[in-house]
């Protein structure tokens, strides 16, 4: 089983900038995707940004041109750096990966999904 930790987030004043990181451990085979999600208060969790084992990325509409995805696949770490932040950004930021439990399940296309316990950024006008 994978456990994702987050850190890096916090309190910034719009315009500023931060940069999330996730880190993977545990016993698995390997990692797949990796994403990040955001739920503010009083809102559905929604995708962020999401980036595949060979590098492709996709972002919600709302933060293309302002956020980054990025992965270090031999450290299992998904990165987010957040650029020209925006009060509407403000809210807690889970990462999510799926992921091989075993050799077996890699040969069997199975995966799992896996969550961490999410890190609060607040955006200040």
Same mark, same amino acid.
């Given at each position: 089983?994978?456990?994702?930790?987050?850190?890096?987030?916090?309190?910034?004043?719009?315009?500023?900038?931060?940069?999330?990181?996730?880190?993977?451990?545990?016993?698995?085979?390997?990692?797949? #995707?990796?994403?990040?999600?955001?739920?503010?208060?009083?809102?559905?969790?929604?995708?962020?940004?999401?980036?595949?084992?060979?590098?492709?990325?996709?972002?919600?509409?709302?933060?293309?041109?302002?956020?980054?995805?990025?992965?270090?696949?031999?450290?299992?770490?998904?990165?987010?750096?957040?650029?020209?932040?925006?009060?509407?950004?403000?809210?807690?930021?889970?990462? #999510?990966?799926? %992921?091989?439990?075993? %050799?077996?399940?890699?040969?069997?296309?199975?995966?799992?999904?896996?969550?961490?316990?999410?890190?609060?950024?607040?955006?200040?006008?």
């Amino acid at each position: 089983q994978v456990q994702l930790v987050e850190s890096g987030g916090g309190l910034v004043q719009a315009g500023g900038s931060l940069r999330l990181s996730c880190v993977g451990s545990g016993t698995f085979f390997s990692i797949n #995707n990796m994403a990040w999600h955001r739920q503010a208060p009083g809102k559905q969790r929604e995708l962020v940004a999401a980036i595949t084992r060979g590098g492709s990325t996709n972002y919600a509409d709302s933060v293309k041109g302002r956020f980054t995805i990025s992965r270090d696949s031999a450290k299992n770490t998904v990165y987010l750096q957040m650029n020209s932040l925006k009060p509407e950004d403000t809210a807690v930021y889970y990462c #999510n990966a799926d %992921y091989y439990h075993s %050799y077996y399940s890699k040969a069997t296309e199975e995966l799992t999904e896996g969550w961490g316990q999410g890190t609060q950024v607040t955006v200040s006008s």
